[in-house]
């Protein structure tokens, strides 16, 4: 399973887009890249995935490189309920467990 | 289906206690699989089941702890004398076979404080 790494913390001034990287060099062409955020005390919720083309949905956008050993997830308009623990990870449930970095701790300021 | 539940969320217990937990998935999942996260650590895998077979697990998963997932419905994970460094939090998730949508749907966790 892939490795992943990102930064450890972000900052981001609310109503501006937020631009969180992942490098994923080791990824397979078998695993898609999610992106999950967690909020302190909960479960990892899912936010994005993708395999190749880059995707949108009413969260966020999620830019994979060509070579898929990178990725960036933006939010487009950063509210302070964004600040949270943001984990870029590779899945391919078919394939068994994965792992998970320490993900990026993106703080919104007002 | 109201997504995967863990009981309890919460958990304090005397070093040397057993303790126990139960993970429910989302119903049409074959898949479970459980997680153990500190403060500071993203979540670190322990085991995961295909249906009612534990498929792997980790080499963090000591003697003490025994996972079993009867039927293939919900899923146990149990610690025999806890000791201090067990203290986390325990995630639970669970996937379809396939490439599911959203891949890992995670439960709340049970948070477990050996004192």
């Known amino acids: 399973d892939a490795k992943t790494t990102q930064p450890p913390s972000m900052d981001c001034a609310e109503g501006r887009a937020a631009n969180l990287p992942c490098n994923h060099s080791?990824?397979?062409?078998?695993?898609?890249v999610y992106w999950y955020r967690q909020i302190h005390s909960q479960g990892p919720q899912y936010i994005i995935h993708?395999?190749?083309n880059n995707e949108t949905n009413e969260m966020a956008s999620l830019i994979i490189t060509e070579d898929r050993k990178s990725s960036t997830l933006i939010l487009p308009h950063a509210t302070l309920r964004d600040t949270a623990v943001y984990y870029c990870?590779?899945?391919?449930?078919?394939?068994?467990?994965?792992?998970f970095g320490d993900g990026t701790t993106l703080t919104v300021k007002p | 289906d109201t997504g995967v539940s863990q009981n309890p969320r919460h958990k304090i217990t005397k070093r040397g206690q057993n303790v126990t937990f139960r993970c429910d998935p989302i119903?049409?999942?074959?898949?479970l699989y459980w997680y153990r996260q500190t403060l500071g650590q993203g979540p670190e895998f322990l085991t995961y089941?295909?249906?009612?077979?534990?498929?792997?697990k980790s080499r963090l998963l000591s003697d003490r702890f025994s996972a079993e997932r009867p039927k293939g419905s919900f899923s146990t994970l149990e610690i025999q004398r806890t000791e201090q460094g067990d203290s986390a939090m325990y995630l639970c998730?669970?996937?379809?076979?396939?490439?599911?949508?959203?891949?890992?749907?995670f439960g709340s966790g049970t948070r477990l404080t050996v004192v």
């Open positions: 119903s049409e999942h074959n898949r």
């Open positions: 990870i590779g899945i391919n449930t078919n394939a068994g467990k994965s792992t």
């Open positions: 998730a669970s996937s379809p076979m396939g490439q599911g949508y959203y891949g890992y749907t």
């Open positions: 080791t990824i397979s062409g078998n695993e898609y």
């Open positions: 993708g395999l190749k």
């Open positions: 089941f295909q249906n009612e077979a534990q498929l792997e």
